[in-house]
């Protein structure tokens, strides 16, 4: 293992040789990269970042935590692996077609809300790592070609890219701690936001905040949680478009 000092700032801007886990001589047979990062995906999305060590890696992979150590120098390089990894499961429309690009954004951002809900623990670690992976990057430079066809003048496409996707960001990795809870709790989404309706309700300082916000709850439409969070989603991306739309029209 490298020590500290030694080791890149990525997993990503390590010498290509150790990426492809083709080192010298007496790496364990049966694993490569690949596998090892699949499997702490699978991991990841079973039992939470919280409980991920590399020690419960090596025995999901019947080998020692040593010779998992033959692929990744540390902990944090293999979650960063997963991390790009998922990113690789994201539907990336082509911006060289002649599809509108609000309809290539809403794709995107659908995109992305799924895959923060599909997996919560990606959220923590796409604020702690550069994202510099290739699936990442995938992402990211379709992401930047789609918002320069909006017509918004290059000073302000990083600033569109920011109000879209960090709205995203929030609202995926929210929906997916909820589902979390709600996964915890043993219940359905319905019956758990039911259940916590009813508590709040029963406590008079958020009695009354809810009782205020009775006729937007109502208004809000949607008979089950899903619509609901569906229908929000929606909204506030299109209020995100027009925005988009008012400035280039300002501009």
């Given amino acids: 293992m490298a020590k500290a000092a030694e080791r890149p700032a990525s997993v990503w801007l390590e010498d290509k040789s150790r990426r492809s886990g083709k080192g010298g001589g007496g790496q364990p047979t049966g694993l490569d990269r690949g596998r090892i990062t699949e499997v702490t995906v699978r991991l990841l999305d079973a039992e ?17 935590a040593m010779s998992v150590y033959w692929y990744v120098d540390t902990k ?7 991390l790009d990894a998922v990113y690789g499961e994201v539907r990336l429309p082509d911006p060289d077609t002649d599809e509108d690009w609000r309809d290539q954004l809403r794709t995107l951002a659908g995109e992305y809300r799924a895959l923060l809900v599909r997996h919560p623990w ?5 604020g702690t790592y550069l994202n510099i992976g290739p699936n990442s990057l995938a992402f990211s430079r379709v992401v930047q070609r789609v918002i320069r066809k909006t017509g918004l003048p290059a000073e302000g496409v990083t600033g569109a890219i ?46 009354g905040i809810i009782e205020e916000a009775k006729d937007i709850m109502e208004a809000r439409g949607g008979d089950t949680v899903e619509e609901m969070l569906e229908r929000d989603f929606v909204f506030a991306l299109d209020l995100l478009v027009a925005g988009i739309e008012a400035m280039v029209e300002r501009t």
């Fill in 48 to 64: 939470g970042l919280a409980k991920f060590s590399m020690r419960r890696l090596a025995a999901e992979l019947k080998v020692t």
């Fill in 76 to 82: 944090d390089d293999l979650l960063e692996l997963a």
């Fill in 122 to 126: 990606l959220s923590p670690l796409a």
């Fill in 162 to 207: 920011s109000a879209v996707f960090q709205f995203v960001y929030g609202y995926g990795t929210i929906e997916g701690l909820f589902f979390t809870r709600v996964h915890s709790a043993g219940m359905t989404p319905d019956a758990y936001f039911e259940h916590a309706m009813t508590t709040v309700q029963e406590v008079p300082a958020t009695a």
